[in-house]
């Protein structure tokens, strides 16, 4: 099963259940992040998607005595995240080197690489810095990776569009397609001849062809399809070039 998640503001993935588990494991995500995968009709939490059981050690270690200094030190450290790219790996010594975007280089072992896929030179990694090593290393996910019904903002062609679509179009893209546009009145008043205009024309000669064979009646409520559904037919010839009937 493959998995998309939704952390910060973007869309990553898609990730195996173990690299999910990982990432949990390290704190990295959250259970309580969006998830999807297929089949799903909506995003939902993680711990629904993955049963997450409690953690909970068989004993506990008494704790750790440092002094004060030590104590600030390390909790700045240990609170830090750093984005760098990896230098080297040697599979015989089992650690590599890392060139951190904060200017620094950074040592690490084999052991505190999360993912399934090994390390390799020029990858982008995102792990936390502990002085001059980095722990618990993550490939970086910055570049989104979306289900095949959606598209990224940055990828919507909005050019030659009136304001008023534009803002719908993203909105209905930000929503996964479950916002599927405000009422449209144009669409509602001018029907298919509103479609024509826009290139829809599957919807266009529809409504035409159901209001002769109904006398009129179907044409009635082809209108109001029209005025609900407007926006997001003309979303889905736009963004798509998919044309839609209804």
């Known amino acids: 099963m493959q998995i998309f998640i939704h952390r910060n503001g973007q869309q990553a993935g898609p990730f195996s259940v173990e690299e999910i588990r990982d990432m949990l494991a390290a704190?990295?995500?959250a259970p309580t992040d969006p998830g999807w995968h297929e089949g799903l009709t909506d995003w939902q939490p993680?711990?629904?998607i993955l049963p997450i059981p409690a953690q909970t050690p068989a004993t506990v270690p008494p704790p750790l005595k440092i002094p004060a200094q030590s104590t600030r030190t390390n909790a700045?450290?240990?609170a830090?995240?750093?984005r760098g790219?990896?230098?080297d790996f040697s599979i015989q010594k089992n650690e590599g080197h890392i060139s951190g975007d904060d200017?620094?280089?950074y040592t690490f072992i084999g052991e505190e690489w999360r993912m399934s896929e090994p390390p390799v030179r020029g990858m982008r990694v995102d792990f936390t810095e502990n002085g001059t090593v980095a722990t618990a290393i993550f490939r970086e996910i910055s570049k989104t990776a979306f289900p095949s019904n959606q598209v990224a903002v940055g990828e919507l062609n909005l050019a030659g569009l009136a304001p008023y679509y534009r803002d719908e179009f993203k909105k209905i893209q930000a929503s996964?397609?479950?916002y599927t546009g405000k009422w449209n009145w144009a669409a509602f008043l001018f029907g298919p001849f509103w479609a024509f205009t826009k290139g829809a024309w599957h919807s266009a000669v529809a409504a035409l062809i159901v209001t002769l064979v109904t006398g009129g009646i179907g044409g009635i409520v082809y209108w109001f399809v029209f005025g609900m559904r407007g926006n997001y037919v003309y979303y889905t010839l736009h963004v798509k070039q998919k044309q839609l009937m209804f």
């Open 80 to 82: 830090n995240t750093v």
């Open 176 to 178: 996964g397609e479950s």
């Open 46 to 48: 993680l711990n629904k």
């Open 27 to 29: 704190r990295s995500i």
């Open 85 to 87: 790219s990896i230098l």
């Open 76 to 78: 700045k450290q240990g």
């Open 103 to 105: 200017n620094k280089r």
